[in-house]
């Protein structure tokens, strides 16, 4: 398989992991300044504002973004959080000309805590740490997932990869590639992303491919 993939980052999933990030819809938000740095300190999380704009960086290492800034409490807000970057081919940048800087960018996304990165990638590299983060969440939920749908160029740039839809009573648990929304744009995550169902309509039957793109696009994206 030909390489799709200049360069790839990623800090694994772990079903704790999971567990803390679909918990934040219903933590108790701090009510104060002090009483938030004290719930940051304890977790060991802290702000980041280079790789993605206005996020928290956990413990582990991972990225979670979300509305509003504050990631604690407020069910009704879109939560992501960033397990992998990817810097994709680009057929019409036959000269590299992006290439200096976007390697700089992954580089600091493989000098997180935990992370690991290589370059000359293809798309079954990519998939392989996809499907290793689906088991995690699998092991969490207690199911499979009830959709998976191979991604488009509606939905992201790079390759085609897996998207995983599982769903709480509450909120869309999505997992697969999703257009970076940082600083530069060229790059794409790999994100776990919890949102409110009612972002989209009811999920579309398994053979709704155009259905598929359209939910998961309207639960993935700002």
Same mark, same amino acid.
């Given at each position: ?9 990623h ?9 803390e990030f ?17 719930? &940051?300190? #304890? ?8 790789? $993605? ?9 991972? $990225? ?8 604690? %409490?407020r069910?009704?807000? #879109? #939560? ?18 992006? %290439? ?5 960018? &992954?580089?600091?996304?493989q ?19 996809? /499907?290793?983060?689906? +088991? ?13 749908l ?16 599982? #769903? ?9 590639? @999703? ?8 790059? /794409?995550?790999? +994100? ?17 491919? @155009? ?6 696009? @309207?639960? $993935?994206?700002?």
């Amino acid at each position: 398989m030909p390489i799709s993939v200049h360069a790839l980052a990623h800090r694994p999933l772990t079903a704790a992991v999971v567990a803390e990030f679909v918990a934040l819809p219903t933590t108790p938000a701090p009510d104060t300044e002090d009483a938030m740095a004290a719930e &940051m300190q #304890r977790r060991g999380w802290s702000w980041e504002h280079e790789l $993605v704009c206005d996020s928290v960086r956990t413990e582990c290492g991972h $990225v979670v973004c979300t509305d509003g800034y504050d990631p604690f %409490g407020r069910p009704d807000a #879109r #939560r992501f959080l960033v397990f992998g970057e990817l810097y994709p081919v680009d057929p019409e940048d036959d000269d590299m000309s992006n %290439g200096p800087w976007l390697y700089d960018i &992954m580089d600091d996304w493989q000098q997180l805590p935990g992370w690991s990165g290589r370059q000359g990638c293809t798309d079954e590299d990519c998939e392989a740490v996809l /499907t290793e983060a689906a +088991q995690s969440v699998t092991d969490h939920l207690g199911s499979a997932p009830e959709r998976t749908l191979l991604s488009s160029a509606a939905l992201v740039t790079g390759p085609p990869l897996t998207h995983r839809i599982w #769903r709480t009573p509450t909120h869309a648990v999505v997992l697969g590639p @999703a257009a970076d929304n940082g600083p530069y744009a060229y790059l /794409t995550h790999l +994100q776990l992303s919890l949102t409110p169902l009612a972002c989209g309509p009811d999920l579309p039957p398994a053979d709704d491919e @155009a259905g598929l793109t359209a939910w998961i696009s @309207a639960h $993935v994206d700002w």
